[in-house]
């Protein structure tokens, strides 16, 4: 575009709060003939001022880019609000105007409904530009309705949608404004660039946006970075993928596509033949993702830029050089971007995922412990008199402590097959599934003979067999077992009884 064409004050940090104040500028404008950008970044701009620049934008009939971004530092929010919808409003009749950006200002849903007016009547807008501006799920809503209601008009008319950008990174949308989004999507069916990077659109969001932007078939810039995708996300990604043939810009980094979804993505590229630039970054994808990705690399012709770094494989793998032998065919040098910050799947890490395939498998052990725990009251009985395998102290504790704590100790119910028994067991030590092990009880080592010596000398019984069939009692109720016969024993040898 011709620079005697376009109107800027970019970036002079002017405080335009009154007519008087842009007085100038508006008297510039009018002048201007055949204006078809006008750029006021980088100023702050207060309602009055906004009223007197208004008059003069709808005779701007060859205006084709309006850049209001970052005009409104230091404003209050209703000064905002009535800011916005002035200025909009005044380029509503416009039929020449194509791009319109409100980026940077922070004003909140208010500014969404500042503009629903001029997005739902303008005829001519393409593209839109909402980056930071803070919508929140209410905003994203309110653009998503308006530009329905567009579309309805246009349907009514005979009119054919024309918007094909629309950029609304950094404004939390998150999935509450994702059923509104996917319908507005699934009835434009126009777009070619959506971008919504870093948004806190989590699996189930990502999902029901997929259903909505398959159903725009030239799209070929779609950036979803900073989202949460997961298994269920990169599913949904993998499925619409086929609908894209002509996408060229793909940027998922920091999405967790996770070491299972990323190898379904990976696979599902093969279908998009025109990607210029693929970015994966950061999203935990392993050695197997990256293998399926080195065999479709070769499909992709058109690749010129290829971001893995941050993954879960070692910069000098083998199949690093697996990837780079698939990009010699292409015409761009250095595809393959930095590997410098690979991430190590650590030993925690790996027992995490463990956990997670294995989930089945926990609650059958759950069930297999409550077993254990309800066994037939005979075989409880059984083990009743079967001495402590742990290691005590040597010094018996004094009888009045001892007392107080049999006394204090809470009693627990189990219920058996066949009646009900109380059994004494301190609080804190109560069995449970971390601290408590049946076949580590049971493969326990058999008291030393320092242990057997003493509890001799306390007229205590001792053991050198232990039966390893039955449910051995836990440490806690062996250790009670032995202070209440240690305290019996006092008592008979004080003639207390």
């Not at 006021?40 to 205006?63: C, D, F, H, Y």
């Not at 083998?318 to 065919?329: E, F, H, S, W």
């Not at 008199?385 to 009693?411: F, I, L, R």
Request: aromatic fraction near 4%; charged fraction near 30%; glycine fraction near 6%.
């Amino acid at each position: 575009m011709a620079a005697n064409n376009v109107f800027s004050i970019e970036g002079k940090g002017l405080k335009l709060t009154t007519a008087e104040d842009i007085k100038e500028y508006v008297e510039q404008i009018k002048n201007h003939e055949n204006l078809t950008e006008i750029i006021l970044s980088g100023n702050t701009i207060g309602s009055e001022a906004a009223k007197e620049l208004a008059t003069v934008l709808p005779e701007k009939l060859q205006l084709q880019i309006a850049n209001f971004s970052d005009i409104f530092t230091g404003r209050l929010r209703e000064d905002v609000k009535e800011s916005v919808k002035i200025l909009c409003n005044s380029l509503t009749e416009l039929p020449s105007l194509k791009s319109l950006s409100l980026s940077d200002n922070a004003f909140g849903p208010v500014g969404a409904e500042s503009m629903f007016d001029f997005l739902s009547n303008n005829n001519s807008l393409e593209e839109l530009y909402l980056n930071n501006n803070g919508l929140g799920i209410q905003g994203g809503q309110t653009i998503a309705k308006a530009f329905m209601e567009r579309h309805d008009r246009h349907s009514a008319s005979g009119i054919e949608s024309n918007l094909r950008i629309i950029v609304m990174g950094r404004n939390r949308l998150e999935n509450g404004s994702s059923a509104a989004m996917s319908e507005m999507l699934s009835k434009l069916k126009t777009l070619t660039s959506f971008r919504v990077p870093q948004n806190g659109i989590r699996p189930e969001g990502i999902e029901t946006l997929m259903k909505g932007l398959s159903e725009n078939v030239n799209l070929d810039h779609l950036d979803l970075q900073d989202n949460t995708f997961t298994l269920a996300g990169s599913k949904a990604l993998a499925e619409a993928l086929p609908n894209w043939k002509k996408l060229e810009i793909l940027n998922v980094n920091d999405c967790l596509l996770s070491s299972k979804g990323g190898p379904i993505v990976a696979a599902a590229l093969k279908n998009n033949p025109n990607l210029k630039k693929l970015q994966l970054q950061y999203n935990e994808i392993e050695q197997d993702g990256i293998e399926v990705l080195s065999q479709v690399i070769g499909q992709l012709k058109h690749l010129e830029a290829l971001e893995l770094n941050g993954n879960r494989f070692k910069a000098e793998s083998p199949i690093v050089d697996k990837i780079k032998l698939a990009l010699l065919n292409n015409s761009s040098e250095d595809i393959l971007g930095s590997l410098s910050d690979m991430e190590d799947l650590t030993s925690d890490e790996e027992d995490d995922d463990e956990d997670d395939d294995d989930e089945e498998n926990d609650d059958s052990e759950d069930e297999e412990e409550i077993k254990v725990q309800d066994k037939p009251a005979d075989e409880k009985t059984e083990s009743k008199d079967t001495p402590s395998t742990e290691e005590t102290s040597s010094v018996a504790p004094e009888p009045e402590t001892a007392q107080m704590e049999v006394d204090s100790a809470p009693q627990k119910v189990e219920h058996t097959s066949s009646d009900t028994k109380t059994t004494d067991i301190a609080k804190d030590d109560a069995p449970t599934k971390d601290n408590v092990d049946a076949n580590a009880i049971t493969a326990a080592a058999p008291p030393t003979d320092g242990i057997k010596q003493h509890s001799a000398a306390l007229g205590l019984p001792t053991h050198t067999a232990y039966d390893t069939t039955t449910r051995r009692k836990s440490a806690a109720e062996e250790l009670d077992d032995d202070i209440s016969s240690l305290i019996n024993s006092m008592k008979n040898g004080l003639n207390l009884n």
